[in-house]
């Protein structure tokens, strides 16, 4: 049943591949749906529809059971995550010092609104509450990295910052 | 068994050790109202507006889940009680479309008869309205997620009892909503069709698709010439909506009132039932005799015919090719009848009554065409007739009794069993047995394939032929374990009956509904009721084989020739198709 092309050529596991492997590890756990469902995002990146359904197959429970769990729990997603998340405070002391209208900021620069991602895959804008850095308010976290007492003129050279990264990489 | 002492309301109860509050109220004879709880399917506090004050408990305590304990004590009817039951309504209401004059459900609506209950003048509270867009997509059930309480019978029914799964809780907060995954429509996903959800649902958030309106039409087409057929379950339960207890057969009171419709015949599907059985049983002993594939499966139920499809496709060999009772119905009723009868088969418009939501979807199959017609044109639910009995102004209780029209009206015991688990096998049983062995049934009653047990098996002596091996299923989830067991090895059978619905189509998903507040206060299962009064009217019934039905011989005699014949074979059998149950994954293969 499971998707060969991927495996056949010996370049990377397949998202199927890494289901099984996920699922099989924890063969027989009461409870274990949302470990398995952490772990299979953490290697396939996000949980789109035949994610969600091919785990339900292999768990042997309905896709309606996996999907309510993925739908509720905000840690989960179903779209594909940009290469660099843009989590943006918006705790009380960030908030208070202006978050709100950075946030608005990178919304107008990247073309997209809070939850979304861009469509070349670069960046995806997240909001999120306090990250237990408001001495550096307001704050920003890019994947691992802190970017702290922003203002509104920090958002494009943030943004450059990350596409030349990307564009160096390429390179 | 361990008995538990408490008190409630000032009132000692002793009940066994287990038992919930609201279980020990109702022995008590005190009224706790209740919304999401079901007897036996729904068990999860979510509405709390069975909420009590429990003495040493801490705030109010739902008492459909809180267990009783030695000493405890209950107040069911306190202002405290009286305040957090209207306060948890009226946040209902507060986000509950105000069209109850309209909706489906008026006066029938376990939300509203709340609401009246509890005293509930105005609605304290305002905010925003849910808007999620209704789901008309199939041609059996309706979803309206507006008028959804979140209450989640629906969601244990289809995921429990039927272990399909078709429902679930999506979302978080003022998002949730009742649905399947993604928010699909329910004819994208493995929804069976069977009503189970349909018929659980307090509020007008489930229904089945209405085709009262076409048939109404057709009747005030002076063209067009109505054939109406009804299925055996329907008069064990119809009665129910025109106030009869459970377990009332109204058979021909409910002719009388069809007729009184305006239609040109009623005829019955208890004389396709034993048509069926004719072809169904030459079938099985044609398989059992030269090596086919066992076991043979019945096809009748078309949600199960449905799941088989989707979940199991393994075992479509094994559904016998015979179409349901409906649909030999539905072939016959444009062409033996009106050849018979010298009425162009253009001008007829059939209509079946049935216990089922799926039989709207049967219908509608691109197989169910043979008669070179769409064979059946609507179907009604028990719940539809009974609507537009009302609608014509009829009075159903004092209706003379009245017979069927002929030829299609003569039917057997056989037949009107049918409508209960273990029916169909022990319908067969009758037949095949006296077919094969030329002998005369001494004992009619199978008992072993009856009652409401989940999987029923028996050994029948079938000389010369041998034991044979029978097993009975009802309700999904009973499938799926017969099944699993089948695919496993662990069981061998060469005969096996599924129904769909728990009790088979006395519980179909298009019958009255037994609101949770009945539920509770039946001291009998209402499946029992039904299934009771099937048996006894099977009893009293002159003919009770199928292959003795006089009306089924001069069918074969002046049209069909012989079971499974050319003429069967064209417009009595079909055959099935795999499908995908999420047709996601049927789409990932490269």
Known sequence: ?171 | MEMVNLTIDGQEVQVPKGSTVLEAAQKAGIDIPTLCHLKDINKIGACRVCVVEIEKARGLQPSCTYPVTEGMVVRTNTAMVREARKAVVELILSNHPMECLTCSRSTDCELQALAKKLGIKEIRFQGENSNFPMDTSNPAIVRDPNKCILCRRCVAVCNEVQGVGALGLNERGFNSIVAPAFQHPLSEVNCVYCGQCVNVCPVGALKEKDEMQKVWEAINDPEKHVVVQTAPAVRAALGEEFGLPIGTIVTKKMVAAIRRLGIDKIFDTDFTADLTIMEEGNEFLHRLQNGGKLPLMTSCSPGWVKYCEQHYPEFLDNLSTAKSPQQMFGALAKTYYPEKCGIDPAKIFSVSVMPCTAKKYERQRPEMMDSGFVDVDAVLTTRELAAMIKEAGIDFNSLPEEDYDLPMGISTGAALIFGVTGGVMEAALRTVYEVVTGKTLEKLDFVEVRGLEGIKEATVDVPPVGAVKVAVAHGLGNAKKLLERIKKGEAEYHFVEIMACPGGCIGGGGQPRVTGPERMSLEDNYLDLRTQAVYNEDKSMELRKSHENPAIKTLYEEYLVKPLGEKSHHLLHTHYQAKPKYQVLAEKEC
């Open chain 1, 1 to 171: 049943m499971s998707c060969q092309c991927q495996g056949k050529t010996g370049e990377k596991e397949s998202k199927y591949e890494i289901i099984d492997r996920v699922v099989d590890k924890y063969q027989g756990q009461e409870g274990s749906m949302i470990p398995v469902l952490h772990e299979v995002q953490q290697a396939v990146g996000y949980l789109p529809e035949d994610v969600q359904a091919y785990v339900a197959e292999k768990m042997g429970v309905p896709l309606s059971e996996v999907y309510g769990v993925v739908s509720f729990y905000a840690l989960f997603t179903t779209e594909p995550i940009g290469k660099y998340k843009i989590s943006i405070c918006l705790g009380t002391a960030c908030y208070v010092k202006g978050s709100g209208r950075i946030l608005e900021e990178f919304e107008k620069k990247l073309g997209i609104k809070v939850g979304e991602t861009t469509k070349d895959g670069l960046f995806t804008l997240e909001a999120c509450r306090c990250l237990g850095a408001c001495g550096l308010a307001p704050v920003l976290v890019v994947n691992e990295n802190v970017h702290g007492r922003l203002k509104i003129t920090d958002v494009p050279d943030i943004i450059e910052k990350y596409r030349a990264m990307s564009r160096e990489e390429a390179s």
